[in-house]
């Protein structure tokens, strides 16, 4: 694994993340919410990527970013209800989502988790990214557009949880922090996942990710063994 700084800039931030621009145009605040107690429901927001007018990047499968994005988080959604998790997915049809939107719906669900999906043919397995606004401590306002500076910290921990499972079901990872206008916003542990094509070993040809499913369920298992692990330490006193 490694680490980079801002790795979605470029291209990936006006194709791949486009919808996750800095876009945050409000400037009001929010009150940073209380220590959660262990609770019976454990809530995970999985964010679709893109939709309606935003199709995403143009992947060489020829299936828009969009489309991916929502199927993935639909299996997604089905291997952590049989779970037990709660699951609020922030769209479930092909329509047009704006970042404040999205952070909205999670800070509403009050998620433990929230994973942000992307698809990207550029680079190879997945690529984990956190905000790369600085940790502070909680105060009784912050600013809509940087309310995910309190929780830093525990989203750069969900992404360690996240960086092992995929790991230990031998997909190889890539960890970075940029700047995400949605997830900025976000009152909740929250990592935007960066599904790439799987390489076939010892030579530069992609697999596409779609005429290989065992490879997006292989990611989706891995995903959900680590909010398993995720959801026993929150739920630890």
Not at 63 to 84: D, H, M, P, Y
Not at 204 to 211: M, N, Q, T
């Given at each position: 694994?490694?680490?980079?700084?801002?790795?979605?800039?470029?291209?990936r931030l006006?194709?791949?993340?486009?919808?996750?621009?800095?876009?945050?145009?409000?400037?009001?605040?929010?009150?940073?919410?209380?220590?959660?107690?262990?609770?019976?429901?454990?809530?995970?927001v999985?964010?679709?990527?893109?939709?309606?007018?935003?199709?995403?990047?143009?992947?060489?499968?020829?299936?828009?970013?969009?489309?991916?994005t929502?199927?993935?988080?639909?299996?997604?959604?089905?291997?952590?209800?049989?779970?037990?998790?709660?699951?609020?997915?922030?769209?479930?049809?092909?329509?047009?989502?704006?970042?404040?939107?999205?952070?909205?719906?999670?800070?509403?669900?009050?998620?433990?988790?929230?994973?942000?999906?992307?698809?990207?043919?550029?680079?190879?397995?997945?690529?984990?990214?956190?905000s790369?606004?600085?940790?502070?401590?909680?105060?009784?306002?912050?600013?809509?557009?940087?309310?995910?500076?309190?929780?830093v910290?525990?989203?750069?921990?969900?992404?360690?949880?996240?960086?092992?499972?995929?790991?230990?079901?031998?997909?190889?990872?890539?960890?970075?922090?940029?700047?995400?206008?949605?997830?900025?916003?976000?009152?909740?542990?929250?990592?935007?996942?960066?599904?790439?094509?799987?390489?076939?070993?010892?030579?530069?040809?992609?697999?596409?990710?779609?005429?290989?499913?065992?490879?997006?369920?292989?990611?989706?298992?891995?995903?959900?063994?680590?909010?398993?692990?995720?959801?026993?330490?929150?739920?630890?006193?």
């Amino acid at each position: 694994m490694r680490w980079t700084k801002g790795a979605l800039g470029g291209r990936r931030l006006g194709g791949a993340l486009a919808v996750l621009s800095v876009a945050a145009q409000l400037a009001g605040a929010q009150a940073p919410p209380a220590p959660r107690a262990p609770q019976a429901r454990f809530v995970v927001v999985l964010d679709a990527a893109h939709g309606g007018d935003d199709s995403g990047a143009a992947l060489s499968s020829g299936q828009a970013e969009k489309s991916l994005t929502l199927a993935f988080a639909v299996k997604l959604r089905s291997l952590l209800a049989a779970r037990g998790m709660t699951v609020v997915i922030t769209r479930d049809s092909d329509q047009t989502l704006p970042p404040n939107q999205r952070a909205e719906i999670a800070n509403r669900a009050q998620a433990q988790a929230c994973l942000s999906l992307h698809f990207s043919d550029t680079g190879s397995g997945v690529h984990l990214f956190a905000s790369d606004l600085p940790a502070v401590p909680a105060a009784h306002f912050v600013p809509w557009k940087t309310a995910q500076s309190i929780w830093v910290n525990r989203s750069l921990a969900l992404t360690g949880a996240l960086n092992a499972a995929l790991q230990q079901a031998s997909l190889p990872v890539t960890l970075g922090r940029t700047a995400l206008a949605g997830i900025d916003s976000m009152a909740c542990p929250a990592v935007a996942i960066e599904i790439a094509p799987e390489r076939t070993p010892g030579s530069a040809a992609v697999k596409s990710v779609l005429s290989n499913p065992n490879y997006q369920s292989r990611v989706a298992e891995a995903l959900a063994a680590a909010l398993l692990v995720w959801r026993s330490e929150a739920r630890q006193p």
